[in-house]
């Protein structure tokens, strides 16, 4: 049974929509006031609130904007009751956060309307976002351990290996396996710091405050800085001669140490998802006052489906491909974007591989050497 809390000080109108509601089914509990309402709303936890405008002492516009800044309450649907019909006020409310307006006087039917409509909108939101949690869970469950275990049970081996045998090993032997002890553990370690970025990065999403200032960072980009970025992920891969720049020079609207990020992961999976002898090209142009940088290999590619299911610990044709990677690093570039304001997009023709381009904004114009 749904619960619907009414804040209306016009006590007529307030029993007139309590009976209404009661009559069709819902929970309801009511507030004659404005502070009342806020109280009843943290400790009830309704499932819609219906709250007047115009009220004395605490007025509508108060409480919304008090249970909108606690999170607690602050995705409870709300709709505003209310006999203005002014643009400017409509306009507040809407700002602050509520979902709809009902206009006095309004009849049953149109109330019960607006409520189902709310409440069908919600229920949608919730399944919609308990879906994708129950996506992102079930792909930890299955990939998140395999990349923390399988380095991990690579060093315990080799490791008890060389303390319970080292009498008959060479030191040949004894140096091979320190070599896959070092790379197991190589990769172990870039598994937790991608973790920690994501977590890092996710945390940042919800701050606006610090969105706000970290947009008004700015630092330079040209071929000389990609090169210096991507020059070791061209050497893991072994692979310094297929990697290619056309590049602009310009002052871009991002931290410098989340464009390494950025191109450093996309860089990386460009290498891993192609064949050597296969180029890997990056280009940067200037376009108005816009930087477009784009990735391109010549790699597999994605499908529609795969590219909209791009996300942390998704991954995509294990079954005919071994990747080591958890996909948190085309995740954490996604985040990264929304908190600099990056456009990106990802285009991949079937079978001719894949470009992952992103939309920087340019700052005021610099000398560049």
């Known amino acids: 049974m749904k619960k619907i809390l009414v804040i209306e000080d016009d006590s007529g109108i307030r029993e007139g929509i309590c009976q209404i509601l009661e009559t069709e089914g819902f929970m309801v509990e009511s507030a004659p006031d404005g502070q009342s309402g806020v109280s009843k709303a943290l400790s009830l936890q309704p499932d819609m609130i219906l709250c007047d405008v115009v009220m004395p002492g605490m007025d509508g516009y108060e409480v919304i904007s008090r249970l909108r800044d606690n999170p607690l309450t602050d995705t409870?649907?709300?709709?505003?009751?209310?006999?203005?019909?002014?643009?400017?006020?409509i306009r507040r409310g809407m700002?602050?956060?509520?979902?709809?307006?009902?206009?006095?006087?309004?009849?049953?039917?149109?109330?019960?309307?607006?409520?189902?409509?709310?409440?069908?909108?919600?229920?949608?939101?919730?399944?919609?976002?308990?879906?994708?949690?129950?996506?992102?869970?079930?792909?930890?469950?299955?990939?998140?351990?395999?990349?923390?275990?399988?380095?991990?049970?690579?060093?315990?081996?080799?490791?008890?290996?060389?303390?319970?045998?080292?009498?008959?090993?060479?030191?040949?032997?004894?140096?091979?396996?320190?070599?896959?002890?070092?790379?197991?553990?190589?990769?172990?370690?870039?598994?937790?710091?991608?973790?920690?970025?994501?977590?890092?990065?996710?945390?940042?999403?919800?701050?606006?405050?610090?969105?706000?200032?970290?947009?008004?960072?700015?630092?330079?980009?040209?071929?000389?800085?990609?090169?210096?970025?991507?020059?070791?992920?061209?050497?893991?891969?072994?692979?310094?001669?297929?990697?290619?720049?056309?590049?602009?020079?310009?002052?871009?609207?991002?931290?410098?140490?989340?464009l390494l990020m950025m191109v450093t992961e996309l860089t990386d999976n460009a290498f891993k998802f192609s064949s050597p002898g296969k180029k890997v090209h990056l280009s940067g142009r200037r376009e108005d006052d816009i930087y477009r940088l784009s990735i391109t290999d010549h790699g597999n590619g994605m499908s529609h489906e795969q590219i909209a299911s791009v996300g942390a610990f998704v991954q995509f044709n294990r079954s005919r491909q071994e990747q080591q990677g958890s996909g948190l690093g085309l995740a954490s570039i996604k985040l990264c974007s929304d908190i600099f304001a990056v456009g990106m997009s990802i285009t991949s023709p079937e079978g001719e591989g894949l470009t992952v381009s992103l939309t920087f904004r340019i700052s005021p114009p610099q000398e560049f050497s």
């Open 76 to 89: 409870i649907p709300f709709v505003f009751l209310t006999g203005k019909s002014d643009p400017d006020d």
């Open 95 to 258: 700002n602050l956060g509520a979902d709809d307006y009902l206009y006095k006087p309004f009849s049953a039917n149109e109330l019960l309307a607006a409520i189902q409509l709310r409440l069908r909108k919600n229920e949608a939101l919730r399944q919609r976002s308990e879906m994708k949690m129950n996506a992102l869970r079930d792909s930890i469950g299955f990939s998140m351990p395999h990349e923390l275990n399988t380095p991990l049970a690579a060093i315990l081996g080799f490791a008890e290996t060389i303390q319970t045998d080292h009498e008959l090993l060479s030191s040949e032997d004894v140096r091979e396996m320190a070599g896959y002890i070092i790379d197991s553990a190589s990769r172990l370690r870039e598994t937790i710091k991608k973790f920690l970025m994501f977590t890092h990065l996710q945390i940042l999403t919800e701050n606006e405050e610090e969105k706000t200032r970290l947009r008004g960072r700015t630092c330079p980009i040209s071929q000389s800085t990609l090169q210096s970025i991507i020059k070791n992920c061209s050497k893991k891969y072994i692979r310094e001669q297929d990697l290619s720049f056309d590049t602009d020079a310009a002052e871009i609207a991002i931290q410098y140490d989340y």
